[in-house]
């Protein structure tokens, strides 16, 4: 059933969650209308579900990312590829949160699960960057976390709109330089900005 949820995606990011009925969930799927109702509680939870499964996959690819031995700009680095990677293969999901976004940030364990698949990694690696030299020290990691991830998160969402990527893996590398560039300078100690801008490119 899960799998099948996923037609539903671009039904929701085409029609919104109001407009859409659970019968039109249900055809779309190839669900009927009973099992929804049975698993889950009405289209709220469809969409709850959807953007759930979606903050699962940016936590899996994130954790991934922060778990190697580079220093820690690099897993940064590492880390906005990976959920723009996420984002960039999943775009119809995207585009239904993007059609109900308010209703998505209302939904409280979305909220919880967001800080565990994003903020607390981040926040992690902003502490070890200060340690290995890799990134200085802000006074406010939480709010760092929270900017870059709504950086990566805009331009994901925004490439989501436009459509399906011919080459979502390409596509995630040119969005991360670009966020890279604006965003984790900004972190860098002098010497290695520098030590960034004097490399090949």
Request: proline content about 4%.
């Amino acid at each position: 059933m899960a799998s099948q949820l996923y037609g539903a995606a671009e039904l929701i990011a085409e029609r919104g969650l109001d407009g859409t009925k659970i019968e039109d969930i249900a055809e779309a799927t190839g669900i009927p209308k009973a099992t929804i109702y049975y698993h889950l509680d009405g289209k709220n939870a469809v969409l709850e579900f959807l953007l759930g499964d979606l903050l699962d996959m940016i936590a899996g690819a994130v954790g991934v990312a922060v778990a190697s031995e580079e220093n820690a700009r690099t897993r940064l680095e590492a880390a906005v590829q990976a959920q723009l990677g996420v984002m960039l293969e999943h775009p119809s999901l995207c585009r239904a949160l993007v059609g109900d976004l308010g209703r998505a940030t209302r939904l409280l364990e979305l909220a919880a699960a967001l800080r565990t698949a994003f903020y607390e990694p981040i926040e992690q690696l902003l502490a070890e960057g200060v340690s290995d030299g890799s990134l200085r020290q802000v006074a406010d990691p939480g709010a760092v976390a929270l900017s870059v991830f709504g950086a990566i998160t805009l331009a994901g969402l925004s490439a989501a709109v436009e459509g399906p990527s011919a080459d979502p893996s390409a596509d995630a590398a040119r969005f991360s330089a670009a966020v890279s560039e604006l965003v984790l300078d900004g972190l860098a100690t002098p010497g290695s900005r520098d030590q960034r801008r004097s490399e090949p490119l």
